[in-house]
């Protein structure tokens, strides 16, 4: 079965680092694309980023770009999403989902086909 | 970049009713579009791909049509456990971005 565990819930102050984590199993990790997703509680979705973690190729969303970091360890088949500095602002639930793709009437689709559950970061005084 | 307008922002409706949300795409994005649910408390689920094509396992009831820059993502015959809010994303561009949601709530 494929799947994306996320580690657990985190409790923060403001300007401290974090580190979450994402780790896959139930397919070949390296070969396809891992997305990060924030959620505001009570908010939408807003894609942050993305890693192919078979040469660790990362694109940012210009919101998240510099606010972020986001890595892949190819030899645990995980995918992180880091702060350095975290403020009350990165508060939400922070999904990762693997990019699928398709091909339809002779072109690649992309879809996001597997989530993990989502982790929950505070950041409050 | 490309902005995605999702409307409306909220509806109500019952059991059985036909329910059409509309995303609208800042420029040209052909048909890479998709539609995802979500539950409270859970993660998005894939409904449709490439703007008309159904995930394996979604009921027939979702729909997907359009291209270019308006699309329509439709359920017929709303059925309890549908009542969610429900998300466009494009991925036409490297940067994807989701449209705004839509919360089908029971009337």
């Known amino acids: 079965e494929v799947q994306l565990v996320q580690s657990g819930a985190e409790v923060k102050k403001p300007g401290e680092s974090l580190k979450i984590s994402c780790e896959a199993s139930?397919?070949?990790?390296?070969?396809?694309?891992i997305v990060w997703v924030r959620q505001v509680p009570g908010k939408g979705l807003e894609w942050m980023g993305i890693?192919?973690?078979?040469?660790?190729?990362?694109r940012y969303s210009p919101s998240f770009q510099g606010q972020v970091t986001i890595s892949a360890d190819k030899s645990t088949s995980t995918a992180y999403l880091q702060w350095t500095s975290l403020k009350a602002s990165d508060s939400g639930i922070y999904y990762c989902a693997r990019r699928e793709q398709e091909l339809v009437q002779d072109y690649y689709h992309y879809y996001l086909d597997v989530w993990g559950k989502g982790t929950s970061v505070t950041v409050s005084s | 970049d490309i902005q995605m307008t999702q409307s409306p922002a909220s509806l109500s409706a019952s059991v059985g009713d036909r329910v059409t949300i509309t995303c609208r795409a800042s420029q040209s994005i052909s048909a890479y579009l998709g539609w995802y649910q979500q539950k409270p408390g859970k993660a998005p689920n894939i409904l449709i791909y490439?703007?008309?094509t159904l995930q394996s396992g979604v009921p027939s009831r979702f729909s997907g049509s359009g291209s270019g820059t308006d699309f329509n993502l439709t359920i017929s015959g709303l059925q309890p456990e549908d009542f969610a809010t429900y998300y466009c994303?494009?991925?036409?561009?490297?940067?994807?971005?989701f449209g705004g949601g839509t919360k089908v709530e029971i009337k």
């Open positions: 890693i192919y973690p078979g040469d660790s190729d990362t």
């Open positions: 139930g397919y070949t990790f390296i070969t396809y694309w």
């Open positions: 490439a703007a008309s």
């Open positions: 994303l494009q991925s036409y561009s490297a940067r994807l971005v």
